[in-house]
């Protein structure tokens, strides 16, 4: 690990203004970092893949409203320094909004959940092995303009859906599909003042700019996500697949949550896991199953829909029929769910 | 022979403390503020930090590499070497400790940033000659260790476990454990002895106790 400036932030705004100020490049490239749970930037720092000369420690603000889970009739809100496993257990959270719940669950082990938050959960970087092997010359994302190891490489975890001919790395987090399978919105503050956008427009798919992570612009911090809830959204649920039983990252998963009134679907959503290079939303399985009874038939068509684009490679082709069967088994699931 | 050899060579641990000044004492742990100092302005990259733990109940004052991780904190600079170094990722769970009680992964963890935090370490359950914790007694009557490297890391994540009340049953137990990885494969023991000890460690907390 390269050493590094350490500096505790008592305020928000305070981290905001000691970070350093730099144009927006390469992610890895970045002068600065903020530290949460530290259980992915100190990992790739020591593997020096990220290299702060700045670390802006951002635990003290736990204090804040940044480390409080807050729900009442209109709005759910989740502080950026909420721990995982916290939220995972937050009793109104499994009852109001289980997928959310489970995607954090299903996610990491208890001890990294315990260290881990959600704002870090969120920014998370790939676990592309190419990515986070220095060694290798060839990562688009490391080295912009280097060519992708993995293309031609072992590939067997990269994704299928949101991929370019620079980088098919997989995103490897849990937690992001079931927030935009919710429609949530995070709120971020900046040098220039707080703004919200949606958490499905916080991750950026790969293009011919795979260095490039997310929209948050230098500096800016996650302070919430906030969720409305509605009533159906009890009607949601997380299933992930993987190579063992627990601790270990998806192969793939859905997230979906379905408002459903005598057998007929009024809003059905969608977001997957371990198969694309984000938090991915499948608009267009969703289109299928609304204003339409549910169905084992339609359930089909909408994994179908969901993998129409999928573009595989040598070692992950198999992903396309996992992933299929993990959606129409999560869609049969929450349809039959007690809500 | 022996006794010569003890008062000419300091031991490892007495050496080490030439790095770190120890406080001892309960009474003191009990006044410990439990809150991060505050800390000015940035300065420079080399310059060792000052962090303040208060390790198995002794207040320890380090100076540290900014770099160091609460793992190589204890090991390397406190003597504590119980914690083992698995895989120094994430990934396996061998360097378990319990931060304010709740359990963590100290290779993960910058010891910059628990400054003014309470550390358990599986040298913190018991002290020469009392009894053994009862989850290390457990671990014990169950046979759930062979080569022993995950041990400390399992019985620690083992009473976060408890603590949490994440120990219902067969199935929570292994859910809630799967951090804690055993290249020897005890699993059914480790299980067993949770089972074993899951009411002792209940009892132990009601107390106040680790
Ligand atoms: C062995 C292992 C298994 C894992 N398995 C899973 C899994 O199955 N599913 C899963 O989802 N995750 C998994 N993870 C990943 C883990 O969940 C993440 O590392 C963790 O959630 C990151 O949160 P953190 O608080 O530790 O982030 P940090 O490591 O502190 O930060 C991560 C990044 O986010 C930035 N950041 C943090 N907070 C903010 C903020 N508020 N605003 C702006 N930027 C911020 C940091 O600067 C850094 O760039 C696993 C990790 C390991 C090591
Ligand atoms: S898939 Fe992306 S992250 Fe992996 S080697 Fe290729 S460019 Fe790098
Ligand atoms: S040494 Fe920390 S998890 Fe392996
Ligand atoms: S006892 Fe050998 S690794 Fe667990």
Redesign the interface.
Same mark, same amino acid.
């Given at each position: 690990? %390269?050493?590094? *400036? &350490?500096? %505790?932030a008592?305020s928000p705004s305070f981290a905001v203004q000691?970070f350093p100020s730099g144009s927006a490049g390469p992610d890895v490239e970045s002068p600065g970092q903020y530290?949460a749970?530290?259980?992915n930037l100190?990992?790739l720092m020591? *593997?020096d893949v990220l290299r702060p #000369?700045?670390?802006i420690?951002i635990?003290?603000l736990a204090s804040s409203p940044l480390g409080i889970i807050s729900t009442n009739a209109q709005e759910l809100r989740l502080g950026a320094l909420v721990h995982m496993?916290d939220a995972a257990d937050h009793p109104e959270i499994n009852r109001a909004v289980p997928v959310i719940a489970q995607s954090l669950r299903l996610a990491?082990? #208890? #001890?990294?959940r315990?260290?881990a938050s959600l704002g870090g959960n969120v920014l998370q970087r790939t676990r592309c092995p190419y990515y986070r092997d220095v060694s290798y010359s060839q990562c688009n994302k490391r080295r912009p303009g280097s060519g992708c190891a993995a293309l031609d490489g072992f590939n067997r975890m990269h994704a299928v859906l949101g991929t370019s001919d620079q980088c098919i790395a997989t995103y490897p987090g849990d937690f992001a599909q079931a927030l935009i399978a919710l429609d949530a919105q995070v709120e971020l503050q900046g040098a220039n003042g707080t703004r919200a956008i949606s958490v499905g427009a916080l991750h950026r798919r790969p293009g011919d700019r795979p260095d490039l992570e997310t929209t948050l612009a230098p500096g800016e911090m996650i302070t919430a996500f906030v969720i409305k809830p509605a009533p159906w959204m009890r009607r949601s649920l997380y299933l992930k697949i993987r190579d063992r039983?627990? &601790?270990e990252f998806a192969l793939a998963s859905a997230a979906v949550a379905m408002d459903l009134e005598d057998g007929r679907v009024r809003e059905a959503r969608i977001a997957l896991g371990g198969v694309a290079t984000v938090p991915w939303r499948a608009q267009a399985a969703e289109a299928l199953l609304r204003d339409q009874l549910f169905s084992e038939a339609n359930a089909q068509a909408a994994a179908d829909a969901a993998f129409a684009g999928a573009r595989t490679r040598e070692h992950n082709a198999f992903k396309v029929e996992l992933g299929k069967r993990t959606l129409k088994r999560a869609l049969t699931e929450v349809a039959a769910m007690e809500a | 022979m022996s006794n010569n050899r003890a008062s000419f060579t300091p031991s490892r641990r007495k050496f080490l403390m030439t790095t770190a000044s120890s406080a001892a004492g309960p009474v003191i742990a009990r006044a410990f503020t439990g809150e991060?100092r505050? =800390?000015s302005?940035?300065? /420079? =990259?080399?310059e060792p930090?000052g962090v303040r733990l208060e390790v198995n109940g002794h207040v320890q004052d380090l100076s540290l @590499?900014?770099?160091t $991780?609460l793992l190589d904190a204890l090991r390397e600079h406190l003597g504590l070497t119980g914690s083992k170094k698995g895989c @120094? =990722?994430?990934q396996c769970?061998a360097c $378990?400790v319990l931060v304010d009680g709740?359990?963590?992964?100290g290779c993960? $963890?910058?010891a910059?940033?628990v @400054?003014g935090r309470s550390i358990t370490t599986i040298e913190g359950l018991t002290s020469p000659g009392q009894e053994l914790h009862p989850m290390q007694q457990a671990f014990v009557d169950q046979d759930a260790f062979q080569c022993g490297y995950c041990t400390s890391g399992q019985i620690m994540?083992a009473i976060?476990?408890v603590h949490?009340g994440?120990a219902e049953n067969d199935a929570d137990i292994?859910?809630?454990?799967?951090? /804690?990885l055993c290249r020897c494969a005890a699993y059914p023991n480790i299980v067993a002895a949770i089972k074993q000890a899951k009411a002792a460690t209940q009892s132990r907390l009601a107390s106040k106790e680790t």
């Open positions: 690990m %390269r050493p590094f *400036i &350490y500096t %505790r008592n000691t530290l749970g530290g259980t100190i990992d020591k *593997i #000369q700045h670390v420690d635990n003290a496993a990491a082990s #208890q #001890q990294l315990n260290m039983g627990s &601790y | 991060a505050a =800390q302005a940035p300065r /420079n =990259q080399r930090v @590499d900014v770099r $991780t @120094d =990722q994430g769970g $378990t709740r359990r963590v992964l993960l $963890t910058l910059a940033s @400054d994540s976060g476990c949490e994440h292994r859910e809630y454990m799967s951090g /804690n």
